[in-house]
């Protein structure tokens, strides 16, 4: 039993998930949900689903294609749903399925806490940078 109680979950041939093993497919789908814009995705999605241009503006700085690819990723691990509706113009919404909700959640407490300390962590960086001066 792990730190939560819980049982080890086991891939198809009965080997434990280890994200700590190079060749564990979760180390994949970490990699999209903590890497710098799958993690603010998930983040603009939390409160409510939006089109790719709504998503585009709210994550400032993503390039159309690094959005694209990202989307494609977490759709991929089963946390975006992508509906496309075949109108005119085509409509594109995305939004969080149950699995991509619960792992934002946990993300959003994430970000909560590291915005909350962040003059604690300008003030390390302060320090930091005035002990390394050359």
Sequence with gaps: MGETG????????GSPFDV?????PSRVTLEHVTGRWGGLTLGALYESGARFNELRRRVDGVSEKMLSQTLHALERDGLVHR??????PPRV???LTPLGREVASRL????????????EVVEARDRYDAAHRT
């Design 6 to 13: 819980t049982a080890p979950v086991h891939d198809d041939s």
């Design 93 to 95: 919404d995305y939004a």
């Design 108 to 119: 959003m407490g994430l970000i909560q806490l590291v915005e909350g300390r962040m003059p």
């Design 83 to 88: 509906d496309a509706r075949l109108t005119n």
């Design 20 to 24: 700590f093993s190079r060749q564990c």
